[in-house]
């Protein structure tokens, strides 16, 4: 659906009140003021701000413009519901929507009283000064008296200080469903309302004890019928000419269509309408307020509930199933957490939010989370499925008085998602340290691209030796960063998040290109050797099929022979390459490089998958190697478990490496296990590539 234009809109919405009431200017200059009011409202939902008084004046406004029956209201709030949901609905605004429509029927409504209060004052001087022209006459005698109260279209009773009803005109004689005669002698209090403020009645005694002059409140009725009315009611005091209270006036509008319309708007203003639970809007409504007065010390804590493979459920169960699971989750969190002092709120989406304030610590949030995860699992029947859902939840507990909703919204998702990537079905306590680690991985991560065009980073070369002889047949590449605050850097503090931030295709290129040339120049100073240069590529790489080209062009521009370069790929990557990326390692393997699995041993050996990959060599892991290492002598079974991974790597022609080779002993072993090459402190550190040469020929 497009979206329609302002100008549109304020047509449909002239069109909308045009008929409703007498307006004093033509239709193309309101149809421009209008426009106006549009664009203010465009603004005021594409925005954050919890500011609505824009709104509020825009309803304010149409009472101005005598703009003034409920028609004209419910026309706007149609046009501008309709139209502008195109809006909201586009940008997850729909909450925001309803408030604003809320906010302006409220301006409107209040606009509405303040006239009608206006409009009473008029009524009140008139009965004034009727009094006074008659000279403590009877009022009913007084014609010009009778003629405003008879005739007035709105209700008004006059009674004793002792609140017994002495007269009504025929206006309130209809809006309550009695007749003049059985109202006369009924009392005010007779007409109590269980929605009554409990002001009211004390304000009544106020104002009999001559102690005030007027008051007004919004009251309900039940006429003679039973049904419910909704009034606006303004009581005056009469005195006497000496001073003392003499009767009181009351003067009642009936309001009730305006008060259902905003008190349905209210509702939809303020709950999900998919669940029925209060909505973000309420919640931050509410936030706000127990962030604002709070003793020193006071706590707020939140429990931010995100439910697991929510998409995949709509996705394949459909939108209707989806819907039916978030409804029976929303009344299960609920029934089971709502308290006073508990506010259980549906943000959004597949999330929902507890707010627990004033008061509770973290074992209390603790005990909520675990409540909810418990309610989340218990099975939901939708459309004869029974559904098994779990939830993952980020806890935070802060102090009420230092926190802001914004900062206390931001833990509660960090936490979510460090819930969800701990393995989902858990809840997450906010952890300052884990927070500060992982703003560090953060801000390096937001580093690594100038570092690299600032060449901080640099490659250590560690010895591949051939077991047999001891020969130095080529090297690993390692890469460092030499961080200007932090110092040198080892790949396991910024790999990991330079594969999350996609950096690690320009850092990789960066690290081929380099371990390339440095065996170029390591050809140049002595033409005899050959090194193998092993280079380490992340899963992220392969998935990219611009990789097989980068290695040519790396190949040709340093006249590498292609032989001479392996690529090692952890064993897990490889395990999870399939389709597009797996044949990509095979036009890698098609170049004539090497390709090596990493780390041999840690993942999921499944070593009839692995015999179907373009692969070259296998690197047995350091736990493996390790094992050979036990203060009590290498256990025989290890030995048998090694011997027997040997073999099975040659007859799939695979070569093998052992990695961390730290002791001459194991070295020994392992060649006698015809383990073809070592890598390891036993046979050299990562070192620079100046140092290599000197390996080569001990001696120089
Ligand atoms: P890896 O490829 O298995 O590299 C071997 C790691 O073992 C290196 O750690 C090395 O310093 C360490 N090591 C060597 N000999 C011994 C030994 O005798 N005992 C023990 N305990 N450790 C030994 P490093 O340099 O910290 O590298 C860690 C990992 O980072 C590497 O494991 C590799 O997976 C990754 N990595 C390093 N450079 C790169 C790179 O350029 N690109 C990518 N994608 N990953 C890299
Ligand atoms: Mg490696
Ligand atoms: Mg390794």
């Not at 239709?27 to 465009?42: C, F, G, K, N």
């Not at 603004?43 to 709104?55: C, K, M, Q, R, V």
């Not at 691209?449 to 980073?457: N, S, T, W």
Request: charged share 25%; hydrophobic share 45%.
């Amino acid at each position: 659906m497009t979206a329609p234009s302002a100008q549109e809109i304020a047509r449909r919405w002239v069109r909308a009140v045009a008929e409703t009431s007498y307006i004093a200017i033509d239709r193309p200059s309101l149809t421009e003021r209008l426009a106006v009011r549009v664009t203010t409202l465009l603004g005021l939902l594409a925005g954050d701000g919890t500011d609505w008084s824009p709104a509020r004046e825009i309803g304010t406004a149409l009472v101005a413009s005598h703009f003034t029956s409920t028609d004209a209201l419910t026309g706007t709030l149609d046009v501008l519901g309709t139209d502008l949901s195109a809006y909201a609905d586009a940008t997850g605004r729909a909450d925001r929507l309803r408030r604003m429509l809320h906010e302006l029927a409220a301006g409107y409504a209040d606009a509405l009283r303040e006239r009608t209060l206006s409009e009473q004052e008029r009524i009140h001087t008139a009965v004034i000064r009727a009094r006074a022209e008659a000279e403590q006459a009877r009022w009913d005698s007084e014609a010009r008296f009778k003629a405003v109260f008879a005739d007035a279209a709105i209700g008004i009773g006059i009674g004793d200080l002792s609140g017994r009803i002495l007269e009504v005109n025929q206006a309130l004689c209809e809006m309550l469903g009695y007749s003049v005669e059985e109202l006369r002698g009924l009392k005010a209090a007779d007409f109590t309302h269980p929605a009554d403020d409990p002001e009211v009645w004390a304000q009544l005694g106020e104002l009999f004890a001559g102690r005030t002059d007027h008051f007004r409140v919004q009251k309900a009725y039940y006429r003679r019928d039973g049904e419910e009315i909704w009034t606006d009611l303004v009581v005056s005091l009469i005195r006497a000419q000496d001073g003392t209270p003499r009767f009181a006036v009351g003067m009642v509008e009936d309001v009730t269509d305006r008060h259902r319309l905003l008190t349905q708007l209210e509702y939809q203003a303020t709950h999900d309408p998919l669940t029925g639970l209060p909505n973000r809007t309420v919640f931050y409504d509410r936030l706000a307020e127990v962030l604002g007065d709070q003793e020193p010390g006071a706590a707020v804590g939140v429990c931010f509930l995100d439910l697991d493979g929510f998409k995949m459920i709509n996705d394949t169960l459909g939108h209707d199933a989806g819907d039916a699971l978030l409804r029976t989750v929303a009344q299960r969190l609920h029934d089971g957490l709502a308290a006073p002092d508990r506010l259980v709120a549906r943000m959004g989406g597949d999330e929902f939010v507890v707010l627990i304030a004033p008061g509770a610590g973290a074992d209390v949030l603790a005990a909520i989370a675990e409540a909810a995860l418990a309610i989340v699992r218990r099975p939901v029947q939708v459309d004869g499925h029974s559904l098994a859902v779990s939830a993952s939840i980020g806890v935070v507990v802060r102090n009420a008085v230092t926190t802001t909703a914004a900062e206390l919204m931001k833990a509660a998702d960090t936490t979510l998602y460090w819930a969800k990537s701990d393995g989902r079905d858990r809840w997450a306590m906010f952890d300052p340290h884990r927070h500060a680690q992982a703003v560090g991985r953060y801000r390096l991560s937001a580093q690594l691209p100038r570092a690299i065009e600032e060449d901080q980073f640099l490659l250590d070369y560690q010895p591949l030796v051939r077991l047999e002889d001891g020969a130095l047949v080529g090297v690993e590449a390692l890469v460092r960063w030499r961080h200007p605050e932090h110092g040198l850097l080892r790949p396991d503090r910024f790999i990991e998040m330079a594969e999350l931030s996609g950096h690690i295709g320009r850092l990789g290129r960066w690290v081929l290109r380099e371990a390339c040339r440095q065996a170029a120049r390591w050809r140049a100073a002595d033409p005899d050797w050959q090194p193998l240069v092993s280079v380490n590529l992340s899963v992220r790489q392969v998935a990219h099929a611009s990789i097989v080209d980068e290695v040519r062009d790396v190949l040709a521009e340093t006249g590498m022979e292609p032989g001479s370069l392996q690529l090692e790929l952890t064993e897990s990557a490889l395990m999870a390459t399939k389709g597009e990326p797996l044949s990509t390692l095979h036009r890698l393997a098609d170049l004539g490089v090497r390709i090596a699995i990493d780390d041999f041993g840690t993942g999921y050996s499944n070593l009839a998958y692995l015999s179907r990959l373009p692969i070259h060599a296998l690197k047995l892991a350091g736990p493996f190697v390790a094992a050979l290492r036990r203060p009590t002598g290498p256990d025989e079974s290890d030995v048998e478990i090694l011997s027997t991974l040997v073999h099975l790597a040659h007859t799939l022609k695979l070569t093998v490496t052992a990695e961390e080779v730290e002791t001459a002993a194991q070295a020994e072993l392992l060649a006698g296990l015809g383990c073809d090459l070592g890598q390891g402190w036993h046979f050299g550190m990562p070192v620079a590539g100046g140092e290599i040469l000197r390996l080569r020929h001990p001696a120089n």
